[in-house]
């Protein structure tokens, strides 16, 4: 079987990823709460050893979860960090030594492949927004302070001794569980203690609350543009030898069955009908609510690299102004009218449509040729095939077709 990107796809690499990501997880949990049922390594890795590598296996696999999410959206990063985390969870499988973590290994060699073929796909920058900036920078001090302050003071407080204890004091009081297995000493003494510490908790529950927000900004800015009819980002960045489909009107449900049928085919739909957006962002369709006339939207539909643009409206004026700006903006492209007046053809034609069809025209003479008993696929099929200038229908209906 020839190795094709048809074959190993984009999906695939992130699919195994998150397969992988998990089987991380599960076999360091398994590991760290002795279910794991020892393999043929067992007696050559220390327990302390298995032991360790159980839990640092589960931190990577977590790390694989955030990696599989970034190569989701195409981040370059997100294929480096995947890169650099596959052949630590194939190692992390074999020092478990157990039969669970035996398909982790298998699994992450298998991915390693994959990614590596679809490395070209990944390209899009990471280029944090100056509040993700502000939000890491913040998080990052709060976290720096409460560590350093209470290592500072650690005399003053009981069970800190290391500094990996007032980070872990640090983490505790910032996330408002508060075990109490560290705290502060009562009396006077202590009293600079207690202070940092409410000072430390003060900063670290704003720090903590305004990364949160910054994180889940993003998604809900996505889910409120599909509830609006609005291409995120990430849809539009990855748009590539497309069909751009200009407008929406009574051809254009049968238009976009078509393209769905074919598969591998990328579309996107420009329109001002912000219901008709909804209910086609409602069903994953990629649609932009603009108007398809100006440049800006086409641009930002990558008219540029469309393999073809379809204006099929029922507003024969409109589609000849979106063309015109299709043409305009792309003098290669291949585009396709559909005229609602017949009288209209010709000048769709002059707007710069490489082909115009009447679908009025056609459907009258099916119709007829139905009247005289002819089968209706039969009819579509000698109108498609008597009606044929150089491979393409003559959209006028006229009689003077090769006989």
Not at 368 to 387: P, R
Request: charged share 20%.
């Amino acid at each position: 079987m020839e190795l094709t990107r048809d074959w190993v796809t984009v999906r695939a690499s992130i699919a195994l990823t998150f397969a992988v990501a998990i089987l991380s997880i599960l076999a360091g949990l398994a590991q760290i709460g002795g279910l794991g049922v020892s393999g043929p390594l067992a007696p050559h890795v220390p327990d302390v050893v298995r032991q360790t590598v159980g839990f640092t296996g589960t931190i990577t696999g977590f790390a694989m979860l955030g990696s599989g999410f970034a190569l989701r959206n195409g981040y370059r990063v997100g294929w480096y960090s995947t890169a650099v985390l596959l052949p630590l969870t194939a190692v992390q499988g074999l020092m478990q030594a157990s039969v669970l973590s035996f398909p982790l290994v298998a699994l992450s060699v298998l991915s390693m492949p994959a990614l590596a073929y679809n490395r070209g796909r990944f390209d899009r920058d990471f280029r944090p927004s100056p509040t993700q900036l502000a939000a890491s920078a913040a998080l990052g001090t709060a976290i720096a302070y409460g560590t350093v302050g209470t290592y500072a003071l650690r005399e003053q407080f009981n069970g800190v001794e290391t500094i990996v204890d007032a980070f872990y004091f640090t983490v505790v009081t910032a996330s408002t569980v508060g075990y109490g297995d560290i705290y502060p000493t009562s009396g006077a003494a202590s009293d600079i203690a207690q202070l940092f510490v409410l000072s430390s908790l003060v900063m670290n529950v704003a720090a903590f609350a305004v990364a949160l927000g910054v994180l889940l900004t993003p998604a809900i800015e996505a889910q409120l543009s599909k509830a609006l009819g609005r291409m995120t980002d990430r849809q539009i960045d990855l748009l590539d030898d497309h069909v751009l489909v200009l407008g929406y009107g009574d051809l254009t449900e049968p238009i976009l069955e078509e393209l769905a049928a074919r598969d591998g085919t990328e579309y996107a739909v420009i329109t001002t009908d912000e219901s008709a957006a909804r209910r086609l962002g409602e069903r994953d369709v990629p649609v932009f609510t603009a108007d398809p006339s100006d440049v800006e939207p086409l641009e930002r539909g990558h008219v540029d690299r469309a393999r073809a643009v379809v204006a099929a409206t029922n507003d024969d004026a409109r589609d000849a102004l979106a063309i015109l700006t299709a043409r305009q903006l792309n003098p290669d492209v291949r585009i396709v009218a559909a005229a609602t007046q017949r009288e209209n053809i010709d000048k769709l034609r002059r707007a710069g449509a490489d082909q115009v069809i009447s679908p009025s025209t056609l459907g009258g003479h099916i119709l007829i040729d139905c009247a005289f008993g002819a089968d209706s696929d039969d009819a579509t099929a000698d109108l498609l095939g008597d009606a044929a200038f150089d491979g393409e229908v003559d959209p006028t209906g006229s009689d003077d077709r090769p006989s």
